[in-house]
């Protein structure tokens, strides 16, 4: 389980939000993984407020794909080392509106796991894409971009998270079926490169207008290990229930 607040919260409402995921949650009542991926100056009080969540960890929204340098205004991994576990990398937003290339985000992803960090790599088609049938070629070459820098055992620390870039913020999404048949291909592919019993281990996230409404279905189809959640996660009690219709589903409650 992901949670992307984006640009969406002020300082003070990201520390209100953490805070309120605290108290719903308590302490050790969580039976899934959870990620959640704050601005940068907010990773530090974020990660002091949520320390006693076991089953939550921390991630950065970007990073540079640089390990040091002159590049005004960037981040490296060395300086989000300290506070997360996490990062997002390739999300559609910065390959759209940034510019940011397969190459970068798979420089990103190499430098991450260099790091001992672990990248969830962010891919899947335009609704152009989409209307031109180019989803296979769009999504191999993507996932392609990262297996390259991957190998048998670094494979074990990225997440995957196809996302359609139009069921992004869009309330429109793929079918269930329609989104495991990608991640079917992802899995395939993986198989191809590091044999089918690494490959069954990928952990391969779904992520576009996830709520608490729509999670279900996805997280009910096999293949589909969790969810990446953008606007619904800066709710803290949406995104709670979105996390206990997962915990069910999976049979953690
Ligand atoms: P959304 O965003 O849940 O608001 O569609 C998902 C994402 O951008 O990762």
């Not at 798979?106 to 990248?119: D, S, V, W």
């Not at 390259?148 to 069921?167: D, G, K, M, N, S």
């Amino acid at each position: 389980m992901v949670g992307n607040w984006k640009m969406e919260l002020s300082h003070l409402a990201a520390v209100n939000l953490a805070t309120s995921l605290k108290r719903v949650w308590g302490e050790d009542t969580l039976r899934v993984q959870v990620v959640v991926c704050p601005s940068f100056p907010a990773l530090l009080p974020v990660a002091e407020i949520l320390k006693p969540l076991k089953e939550l960890q921390l991630g950065a929204q970007n990073v540079h794909w640089q390990e040091q340098g002159a590049w005004t205004g960037e981040v490296a991994v060395s300086q989000i080392k300290p506070f997360v576990q996490w990062c997002l990398v390739g999300h559609s937003e910065r390959r759209a509106l940034v510019g940011e290339t397969d190459e970068q985000v798979q420089a990103k992803a190499q430098l991450l796991i260099k790091e001992g960090l672990r990248p969830i790599v962010c891919l899947g088609e335009t609704a152009a894409e989409r209307a031109q049938e180019l989803i296979v070629e769009t999504v191999t070459q993507q996932v392609e971009a990262i297996f390259t820098v991957a190998t048998r055992t670094t494979l074990q620390r990225l997440v995957i998270a196809y996302e359609p870039v139009w069921a992004i913020g869009s309330g429109e999404m793929p079918a269930p079926s329609e989104a495991a048949e990608v991640m079917l291909l992802i899995r395939k592919l993986a198989a191809q490169r590091f044999g089918e019993e690494v490959a069954a281990k990928l952990c391969i996230i779904y992520g576009g207008s996830v709520n608490a409404r729509t999670v279900e279905p996805f997280v009910a189809e096999p293949g589909i290990d969790g969810v990446l959640v953008g606007g619904a996660s800066v709710q803290a009690r949406e995104f709670a229930e979105i996390v206990r219709v997962v915990e069910r589903v999976s049979g953690q409650e």
